[in-house]
């Protein structure tokens, strides 16, 4: 073993969730947008195509750290009762670029991403928020339902996927004392106050008309140019909100197809940043959708505030 190995602190998923919970990732996650971090700083990710999947290597450089992700993408993996998405990652120090912590990435990531979904909600959904439909049962729609309920007093869940037995596990899994949960359909979306999509769908998973005013929603699915969750109508009248303009137009299909379609137009797209420091306000009176497709910035704060301690209050 080499002594740069032997001197990284190792966090397995155990480890990190005892460092790290889901409204500490919120914060840290708020508070790197507050005090001035620019995402499209971020160095871009690169995704390499291979036999069974992708590769995804995701740098960063944030605060006291530098950090690297190695993801995978294996689509074929839920039947093999593994992850579709699983990762390490490294921490380096930021000045030195000596390695100084190895986490479990595929943990990290499934608590990174609903936290980024719920640090924007929060900012932009109704403050009385209580009904929630998630689209999606797999890991990433039960966090959405624990992140989503660390933002707003959800009352109401539903859960909606193209697998019912699998639906009912999710439901299960997420039942809590005095949470009305249930296995629902698209239907639901008319009476939600938050939507979560985190889904491999690649068509729109329900109509645009189905969508509340007051309603605000998170699409977290995909990562690809041609692979969409939401309707191009319903970004056409929506405040759309994305992590970067960089990062919409190169790999946010939802926002790319919207406008190919004529639903949207370049100039309409708001970065999160511009919401988070107030330069932009929140539009009230329609739709509010977020877009995301993942960052290594993301990660950094997150790991770096389970290294620290510092959940960004």
């Known amino acids: ?4 190995i032997a001197a990284m602190r190792i966090l397995d998923a155990a480890a990190l969730r005892a460092r790290i919970d889901m409204p500490r990732a919120v914060r840290a ?14 160095p871009p990710r690169s995704i390499v195509d291979v036999r069974h999947g992708q590769l995804l290597l995701m740098p960063a450089d944030l605060g006291r750290y530098a950090g690297q992700k190695l993801a995978t993408v294996a689509p074929s993996n839920p039947a093999r009762g593994l ?13 030195s670029l000596t390695p100084v912590a190895l986490l479990d990435g595929t943990e990290l990531t499934s608590l990174r991403t609903p936290a980024m979904s719920a640090a924007m909600l929060d900012l932009v959904a109704e403050p ?31 859960f909606i996927g193209r697998d019912r037995a ?13 949470l ?20 491999t769908a690649r068509e729109p998973l329900f109509d645009a008309d189905l969508v509340r005013d007051r309603a605000a929603l998170v699409a977290v699915g995909s990562h690809e140019r041609g692979v969409r969750e939401l309707p191009g109508e319903l970004l056409g009248r929506a405040q759309v909100i994305v992590e970067t303009d960089r990062v919409a137009r190169t790999e946010a299909g939802d926002v790319i197809m919207a406008f190919d379609e004529g639903h949207l137009s370049p100039a309409d797209i708001v970065p999160m940043a511009r919401i988070a420091t107030g330069v932009v306000e929140v ?4 739709p509010r959708v977020v877009k995301t497709c993942g960052m290594g910035w993301q990660d950094l704060a997150v790991a770096q505030a389970a290294l620290d301690g510092d959940g960004g209050a």
Request: one cysteine or more; a negative charge.
């Open 1 to 4: 073993m080499s002594d740069v």
């Open 29 to 42: 996650l708020q508070a790197a947008l507050r005090a001035g971090f620019d995402p499209d700083d971020d």
């Open 83 to 95: 992850e579709r998405i699983q990762a390490v990652y490294v921490v380096l120090d930021a000045e």
């Open 128 to 158: 009385d928020a209580t009904r929630l439909v998630v689209f999606g049962t797999g890991p990433q729609g039960i966090r959405h339902v624990e992140a989503m309920r660390a933002i707003r007093p959800i009352e109401r869940v539903r």
């Open 166 to 178: 699998k639906a009912l596990r999710a439901v299960a899994e997420c039942a809590a004392s005095g």
């Open 180 to 199: 009305d949960i249930a296995v629902g359909d698209a239907g639901d979306v008319s009476e939600a106050d938050l939507v979560v999509c985190a889904t």
């Open 283 to 286: 539009a009230h009176d329609r």
